[in-house]
Nanobody, 122 residues
Framework: QLQLVESGGGLVQPGGSLRLSCAAS????????MGWFRQVPGKEREFVAA????????KYADSVKGRFTISRDNVKNTVSLQMNSLKPEDTAVYYC???????????????WGQGTQVTVSS
């Protein structure tokens, strides 16, 4: 059974940085990519970033390009999201997801972590 556990959220001032991590354990099976999503109350969960475990196929939402960086550690089975120049609109619960790519687009699965709160506020 695949399990995902996020960590690293918190409160940060605008312009600050946070680093989120997602530890994957169990059988990953056909889920050869990992993605980060975020959700605010009353809105759908939105895509943030994704990459293949091989290190390729990196994708970002337009809203975070140039500010967020996704990376992975295959030895530790973790995927991280470095978030710089944070804005109040980045405030959300962030979730990692195990998925795959199809026709160049990240396809999410039903495997999610528990989420970690990121709050950007002065």
């Amino acid at each position: 059974q695949l399990q995902l556990v996020e960590s690293g959220g918190g409160l940060v001032q605008p312009g600050g940085s946070l680093r989120l991590s997602c530890a994957a354990s169990g059988f990953t099976g056909d889920y050869y990519a990992m993605g980060w999503f975020r959700q605010v109350p009353g809105k759908e969960r939105e895509f943030v970033a994704a990459m293949a475990w091989s290190g390729g196929s990196i994708k970002y939402a337009d809203s975070v390009k140039g500010r967020f960086t996704i990376s992975r550690d295959n030895v530790k089975n973790t995927v991280s999201l470095q978030m710089n120049s944070l804005k109040p609109e980045d405030t959300a619960v962030y979730y990692c997801n195990a998925g795959r790519y199809k026709s160049g687009s990240y396809v999410r699965s039903d495997y999610w972590g528990q989420g970690t709160q990121v709050t950007v506020s002065s």
